[in-house]
């Protein structure tokens, strides 16, 4: 299935399948989640996909934006993986856990692979939020750098609820945005967090009118093409190692990456 351009013109996926689908404008790139009808519930194939689209990213991308068709952006897991059927081709939890430790972590470690691209470091991911965003939908929208969301949006972690924790890579960032009492609370009741209250911890970058979303995602998107493409990767680079250097080893992370950008802008080699 072919996307509109922002001229109109048709785009042709580079990846169309199992709920996900990836296309490139440039250097602007779009991950839809595409199972409007199911609330774009999550399975391993759905993950698996969404690995893969990271990997066909082209190097020529400065942005990602991911989004969900549909009145949610997605609802986490498909509840069939909860059933001693589960989904078809898939391995059902209890499957999982009969596994041994090695198995069942590889078999973790392989569904998270779909959530550790968006934070690469040559690109800004972007998560245009709407409607429910609940567990491993809340973790996907957590995954990327920057997170729009609509008016609409209910973020949930609900795992802790169902006997599990969260465990596709929503922990870390979650705890980097609102810190380690208000995260621990929000996973532990499993409580819904609106708009109002996700911009206000910084869970949020910025709330708009449903109708908006896609406009203000653009705009976005848009600002941050605007910029140069290595000064961007540079701060990037810096704003996510602050919190693991010390006050005198950023100043110098700060002093190594301007001095690269001076020299690059200079044509100066090192």
């Known amino acids: 299935m072919a996307t509109s351009s922002q001229d109109g013109q048709e785009l042709v996926p580079l990846l169309d399948k199992d709920g996900v689908r990836l ?3 440039d250097t602007l790139a779009t991950v839809t989640l595409t199972n409007p009808a199911k609330r774009n519930a999550q399975s391993p194939a759905l993950w698996r996909a969404l690995a893969e689209a990271g990997r066909l990213v082209p190097g020529s991308v400065r942005v990602v934006v ?3 068709e549909g009145k949610s952006f ?3 897991l498909d509840r069939q993986m909860f059933t001693p059927e589960g989904i078809e081709g898939e ?3 209890i499957d999982l856990a009969r596994s041994g430790d090695a198995e069942l972590d590889a078999a973790i470690a392989q569904f998270q692979e779909g959530f550790t691209w968006w934070r690469r470091s ?6 245009a939020v709407q409607g429910h965003a609940i567990g491993a939908g809340f973790q996907l929208a957590l995954a990327c750098d920057l997170r729009v969301v609509a008016d609409d949006v209910q973020f949930a972690m609900r795992e802790t609820s169902l006997g599990l924790v969260p465990d596709l890579t929503g922990t ?3 705890v980097g945005l609102v810190g380690y009492a208000r995260a ?5 009741t499993g409580r819904f967090v609106t708009a109002e209250e996700a911009v206000s911890t910084g869970l949020a970058n910025v709330a708009v009118p449903l109708d908006q979303l896609d406009a203000a995602v653009h705009d976005l998107a848009a600002a941050l093409l605007s910029a140069p493409r290595d000064a961007v990767i540079e701060t990037k680079a810096l704003l996510r190692g602050a919190q693991d250097r010390t006050y005198d080893e950023q100043r110098g992370a700060e002093r190594a990456a301007q001095t690269r950008r001076l020299r690059d ?6």
């Open 23 to 25: 296309t490139v404008e």
């Open 66 to 68: 991911l989004r969900g």
């Open 74 to 76: 997605s609802a986490g």
């Open 91 to 93: 391995p059902s939890f």
């Open 122 to 127: 040559d690109v800004v991911s972007i998560a």
């Open 172 to 174: 870390h960032p979650l």
């Open 184 to 188: 621990l609370e929000i996973c532990a």
């Open 265 to 270: 802008l200079a044509g100066v080699g090192e």
